[in-house]
């Protein structure tokens, strides 16, 4: 059974500071998400991450996937307070499971001037 | 514009009672979801629908019902079964089964939060 874990749960910043989100998962997974999700909003897509290596970036995020260590990770760059909301991982059951995702319990990042 | 829409955007229920959850979407995507997000989790996913006419449970399928008879519909059920059904609850599509196309991304809907009581 695939399972995905997040860390930290929770991330209070500074503005102008760095940090990085860690995404764990325990079985094979041939892709990576991450979302973003807003107070009482759906979920709005980041990053789907297909291979080994893969690395994209989007204005102060970037994240990257490592397969063989089944991690992934949101670096945040010079953070900002629109960046405040929570960060979900998910990853795909390459394995055989159903055809969903399986998310993480989520990182609420509150980024503060 | 294309997108996924969901209603009612609150809804409040007597226990006891069945409730559907309204999803639709003109994206032209075949396959759809229905995931649960209870408060300070992640979503989990209930039932998926590759394509019309066929669905598959998820983790947490029950207490919950599904049909698929439009390619872009697929309303869920919330039964009298289900023990905790306060929740709020997506509904995501994408092109293709996601196991058929490395690629494929997910939409989610804008959700519906489902009071019981």
């Known amino acids: 059974e695939l399972k995905v874990e997040q860390n930290p749960l929770f991330l209070s910043m500074q503005e102008g500071k760095n940090y990085t989100i860690y995404c764990n998962y325990s079985?094979?997974?041939?892709?990576l998400y991450w979302y973003r999700q807003d107070p009482g909003k759906s979920l709005e897509s980041l990053f789907v991450?297909?291979?080994?290596?893969a690395v994209k970036q989007e204005g102060r995020l970037m994240a990257s996937l490592d397969t063989k260590a089944r991690l992934s990770t949101l670096h945040i760059t010079a953070a900002v307070h629109d960046l405040s909301a929570t960060y979900f991982c998910?990853?795909?059951?390459?394995?055989?499971?159903?055809?969903?995702?399986?998310f993480g319990k989520g990182t609420h990042l509150i980024i503060q001037p | 514009d294309g997108g996924i829409t969901q209603s009612p955007k609150y809804l409040f229920r007597k226990e006891g009672q069945n409730v559907t959850l309204s999803c639709e979407q003109n994206?032209?995507?075949?396959?759809m979801y229905w995931y649960r997000q209870d408060p300070g989790q992640g979503l989990r996913l209930i039932y998926y629908s590759q394509i019309v006419n066929d669905f598959q449970k998820g983790d947490i399928a029950e207490g919950y019902s599904v049909s698929r008879e439009k390619k872009e519909s697929f309303p869920l059920t919330v039964t009298s079964a289900q023990k905790n059904p306060t929740a709020f609850y997506l509904c995501a599509s994408s092109k293709k089964w996601l196991r058929g196309l490395a690629g494929a991304e997910q939409y989610f809907g804008p959700g519906t939060r489902l009071t019981v009581t």
């Open positions: 998910a990853a795909y059951d390459s394995g055989g499971g159903a055809d969903g995702l399986t």
């Open positions: 994206l032209n995507h075949d396959a």
């Open positions: 991450l297909l291979s080994n290596g």
């Open positions: 079985t094979t997974s041939d892709r």
